[in-house]
């Protein structure tokens, strides 16, 4: 729980790529490129890999006593989730959405949520962005990952790994 608020926390208040580097590459493990993939518009790869190395140093100074890095203290160590906590984990993601963004309406017939809120000429603001990123009840990255694959064919090397797959949770070991 502390895991997922910290990432939430320390990266809403910014912008929408910090939070896609949160939930993407400490959450679910995808790799920068893939992230920035999503979204080249908002996430530039470059940006990505700073982000991500100071959320990687202050989840390290925050959870130091846990030794969820291994000791090149670059790689996080993770498992997959039970299924209790594959709910909790949406559960406390919808919990500490941010609250002040009004709930993201279900996607046209003619354009997904993913080309309305992460496209170069999207006029949302970056909270409406944020928050389609964490809500699983709106959006949520999965989602938005889904959303992304759909324009690839089945075996294509654009296409990510599926996001319920690539859910992984840190290995807490004190």
Not at 28 to 56: M, T
Not at 95 to 119: R, V
Request: net charge neutral; charged share 20%; glycine share 4%.
């Amino acid at each position: 729980m502390r895991y997922i608020k910290a990432l939430v926390w320390w990266t809403m208040d910014r912008n929408a790529c910090h939070v896609a580097v949160a939930l993407g590459s400490f959450l679910h493990g995808y790799r920068s490129a893939e992230i920035a993939s999503l979204a080249p518009d908002f996430f530039n790869q470059h940006n990505i890999w700073r982000v991500k190395r100071r959320l990687a140093l202050q989840l390290e100074a925050r959870f130091q006593s846990a030794n969820i890095f291994q000791s090149d203290h670059h790689t996080l160590l993770t498992r997959p989730p039970t299924e209790n906590e594959r709910g909790l984990v949406q559960h406390l993601l919808a919990m500490f959405a941010p609250w002040g963004a009004p709930h993201i309406p279900s996607p046209t017939s003619d354009k997904s949520i993913l080309e309305t809120y992460f496209d170069g000429a999207s006029a949302q603001s970056d909270s409406d962005r944020i928050h389609a990123l964490i809500d699983p009840t709106c959006v949520g990255l999965p989602q938005l990952i889904r959303e992304y694959n759909h324009h690839f064919p089945q075996g294509s090397d654009m296409r990510l790994d599926d996001s319920d797959r690539k859910l992984q949770i840190p290995c807490f070991n004190p």
